[in-house]
């Protein structure tokens, strides 16, 4: 099920750990969706001198925060940003469809503390999360495809739990995440995020 | 390295004198069992042997017994079949909430026809209160189905009591024994159901062999519809050497279930003693007295159950979850919330279900191998590092 390469980040994973005085701290997902990764990251120079982590979740979660952490040390803070969670699942050697969503996690915690270090710099309080317009689902109640987690009434587009933004696939009206090249539910192709 | 197999309830393997049986119906035992030929009546004959050692597995009669393909078809014929068939009575369902999804998915197929269902809660241990399906029946129901044990937490489920609240009303109780039957002692007339699920790949036969009892009389209405095999009410050739293994397998479950339990209880006890205390916050799920013979089950707080599994397997130790990351649909499990434990707790579920011939040293092996593995886990989970915050350390 899993790629030798996943296999082995997830028995030898590199990086693990708490950055006791870190310059930017990102913390994603919640235990109700299954996974939760906290990235610790020290700056300078405008380059990511050290990277740590922290994750609850399986093996794949485990493996993609190795690889994040990898990928991302030594890098310039543009350059970690680039970081996409096709890139991470790629270095991998591919994850097993139903497991895309931990990628997911792992860049987006790896951005967030970026984004943390940025704000504590700029003396900004923390970015608030992006707002949406879904709309209405008939029958079932608007959920979370990954964590099934009830989606907020005013901001259907962002599941708080596993920090995914949502779109509506075009094909077949299910919510999936956006970004995606194709739909989670049905496989259509999604039109790339401008 | 030393292999050790606890998922007994993923699938057992073919005992030697199931798979000898099977044996000349996969070769020169071809036959049609609706052949009026010499090679149509020999498998006929093996098929009604069979019919007779899986009624006498559950004290019922050979007539009473119909071949599936699974226990998640037994459970569809079971629930579709009855609910179908009585719905100028009533078309109210009520089930257990922790179910098999193939219980739960059924009456869910109903409900779109335009059945209601009553989900009956179950307190800490998984237990359903008789006296909570007496309060969900009314006027309307028909139908009651709660699982004869649970093969998440090994709860053994009150069926008689809770057969006894309905049958005065009238209202058929069937139960999916398919995680008990073979391992536990069970008689229909005692429980007083009118339908009972089991599957054989449970018990030491093959997969593809299961059955459904349905009580001398009582209307079931067909879920395939096709010849007249399994009189009428199941269509389609009979699968016989599944259903040879599973008559087969249901006779020497009937013959050694005693031994086999009294084999079984020790080892499972020494791991529900054990492992909470070679491991803090390890609490044990499921019912300590009710429960299957074979059957430990925990929450590892902390950490995942799909990274426990994988670490286990890498040495040799082979177990089941019900985490969410576990599932391929990522969902947590609705046994385990049922019971009231929370999202986190319930992603360390952790199954431990033992086989038949299983060592004291494959057990040792166990509670050796573990402790370093959910430490290892625990050193990368950020829950566990604020749980240390917490307690002060």
Redesign the interface.
């Known amino acids: 099920m ?1 790629s030798d390469k996943v ?1 082995d980040h ?2 030898n ?1 590199r990086n ?1 750990g ?1 950055l006791a005085v870190a310059d930017g701290v990102g ?1 994603v997902g919640n ?8 990235f610790y990251i020290k700056v300078e120079n405008d380059r990511l001198a050290d990277v740590k ?10 493996a993609v925060s190795s690889m994040v952490s990898e990928m991302a040390k030594g890098k310039t803070l543009a350059e970690a940003m680039a970081i996409t969670n096709d890139l991470v699942a790629e270095e991998l050697g591919g994850l097993p469809k ?1 497991k895309m ?1 931990c990628s997911n996690l792992g860049a987006d915690a790896l951005h967030e503390a970026i984004k943390n270090y940025e704000d504590k710099r700029a003396g900004r309080a923390p970015a608030a999360k992006p707002a949406g317009d879904l709309h209405e689902h008939e029958g079932e109640a608007c959920a979370c495809p ?3 987690t009830a989606l907020e009434e005013e901001n259907k587009a962002f599941c708080r739990a596993c920090h995914v933004e949502f779109e509506e696939c075009p094909a077949c009206g299910g919510i999936t995440k956006k970004g995606d090249a194709v739909c989670i539910h049905c496989g259509a192709p999604l039109k790339k995020a401008s | 390295m030393t292999s050790v197999y606890l998922d007994r309830i993923a699938a057992t393997p073919l005992l030697p004198e199931v798979r000898e049986a099977m044996g000349p119906f996969l070769g020169e035992a071809f036959g049609n069992p609706q052949s009026l030929h010499a090679a149509g009546r020999r498998a006929q004959e093996a098929v009604e042997e069979a019919r007779e050692d899986v009624a006498a597995l559950v004290g019922a009669q050979a007539a009473e017994i119909y071949f599936t393909a699974s226990g998640t078809e037994a459970n569809n014929f079971a629930i579709k079949g009855l609910a179908l068939g009585h719905q100028a009575k009533g078309r109210h369902i009520v089930v257990s909430a922790i179910e098999h999804s193939s219980v739960l998915n059924s009456v869910k197929a109903l409900e779109r026809q335009g059945f209601t269902m009553t989900l009956v809660p179950v307190d800490g241990s998984g237990r359903v209160d008789p006296a909570a399906v007496e309060k969900a029946l009314t006027k309307d129901t028909t139908l009651v189905s709660v699982m004869t044990a649970n093969s998440e937490v090994g709860t053994i489920e009150p069926i008689a009591a809770i057969a006894a609240a309905a049958k005065p009303r009238g209202i058929l109780v069937h139960t999916d024994a398919v995680a008990a039957a073979g391992s536990v002692s069970l008689d229909v007339q005692a429980l007083g159901v009118d339908a009972l699920s089991l599957a054989g790949d449970q018990f030491y036969g093959p997969k593809g062999g299961a059955a459904l009892f349905v009580r001398k009389g009582v209307r079931i209405l067909p879920l395939v519809d096709g010849g007249i095999q399994e009189g009428g009410r199941r269509g389609g050739t009979e699968n016989v050497p599944a259903i040879v293994g599973l008559g087969r397998a249901a006779r020497l479950a009937a013959r050694d279930m005693d031994a086999r339990r009294a084999a079984l209880v020790p080892l499972r006890d020494s791991l529900l003693d054990e492992l909470p205390g070679r491991i803090e916050r390890v609490l044990v799920t499921g019912s300590r007295t009710d429960r299957l013979p074979h059957h430990a089950s925990f929450c590892v707080e902390f950490v995942e159950g799909e990274a426990m599994l994988l670490s286990l397997d890498m040495q040799g130790v082979a177990a089941s979850s019900g985490s969410a990351c576990t599932s391929k649909a990522l969902k947590a499990s609705h046994v385990l919330l049922a019971m009231g434990l929370d999202h986190a707790t319930a992603q360390g579920s952790l199954i431990f279900s033992l086989l038949d011939g299983t060592i004291p040293a494959g057990v040792d092996r166990l509670l050796e191998v573990f402790p370093p593995i959910v430490d290892r886990l625990r050193r990368m989970s950020p829950l566990w590092t604020e749980h240390l915050k917490k307690r002060g350390s």
């Open positions: 899993y296999m997830f028995a994973p693990v708490v913390q235990p109700v969706c299954g996974d939760m990764m906290t982590f922290q994750t609850f979740g399986c093996g794949a979660a485990i139903n969503h990954y964590c099934e």
